[in-house]
T-cell receptor
Framework: QKEVEQNSGPLSVPEGAIASLNCTYS??????FFWYRQYSGKSPELIMF????GDKEDGRFTAQLNKASQYVSLLIRDSQPSDSATYLC?????????FGKGTMLLVSP | GAVVSQHPSRVICKSGTSVKIECRSL??????MFWYRQFPKQSLMLMAT?????????EQGVEKDKFLINHASLTLSTLTVTSAHPEDSSFYIC??????????????FGDGTRLSIL
């Protein structure tokens, strides 16, 4: 059974701070790692994906992958109230995508 | 790029009605499409995976005769909820994946369909 674990939160950060969202996965054969953002009542939106160990930056977002530790994270710099949402970690190997249950992020003005 | 259109966005209908939901990839060819269901405050639940031109693969516990999936072209998949009942009320979301069967490609989601059965 492939598992993707996330802390459900909520993770509360003040506006302008760095938000750090974490995810662990059980399948060592996993090859692709995705972060989705889901606002309440809306469908998920792809934010970033990462395939290789290390960091990948896109604007205010940085994805970090450590395959040895089976750990992937998402950093959001200069957090804004509009970043308040549930962030879903998703992991793919040779078949379908496995989603975590998501971490709720609350950014207070 | 990677736009997925899903219609209708909301359906309210009487018990016993069949409801059809369409999912279209607008700017890429979707070799694989996925259908999810999400209940309030719960995580996404994969219902089925469909590849163009072949039968859908349903997840355990999902009734294939109740949730009919058709993936007739590389840009269109449909989900029909047959004889819907109040317990079928949920948020149904499709996603599409390109890359000729490469499961490591991102899935791109439609906006979802909120189904309410009275």
């Amino acid at each position: 059974q492939k598992e993707v674990e996330q802390n459900s939160g909520p993770l509360s950060v003040p506006e302008g701070a760095i938000a750090s969202l974490n995810c662990t996965y059980s399948d060592r054969g996993s090859q692709s790692f995705f972060w989705y953002r889901q606002y309440s009542g809306k469908s998920p939106e792809l934010i970033m994906f990462i395939y290789s160990n290390g960091d990948k930056e896109d604007g205010r977002f940085t994805a970090q992958l450590n395959k040895a530790s089976q750990y992937v994270s998402l950093l959001i710099r200069d957090s804004q109230p509009s970043d308040s949402a549930t962030y879903l970690c998703a992991v793919s190997g040779y078949s379908t995508l496995t989603f975590g249950k998501g971490t709720m992020l609350l950014v207070s003005p | 790029g990677a736009v997925v259109s899903q219609h209708p966005s909301r359906v309210i209908c009487k018990s016993g009605t069949s409801v059809k939901i369409e999912c279209r990839s607008l700017d890429f060819q979707a070799t694989t499409m996925f259908w999810y269901r999400q209940f309030p405050k719960q995580s996404l639940m994969l219902m089925a995976t469909s590849n163009e031109g072949s039968k859908a693969t349903y997840e355990q516990g999902v009734e294939k005769d109740k949730f009919l999936i058709n993936h007739a072209s590389l840009t269109l998949s449909t989900l029909t909820v047959t004889s819907a009942h109040p317990e079928d009320s949920s948020f149904y979301i499709c996603s599409a994946q390109g890359g000729a069967g490469n499961s490591n490609q991102p899935q791109h989601f439609g906006d979802g369909t909120r189904l309410s059965i009275l």
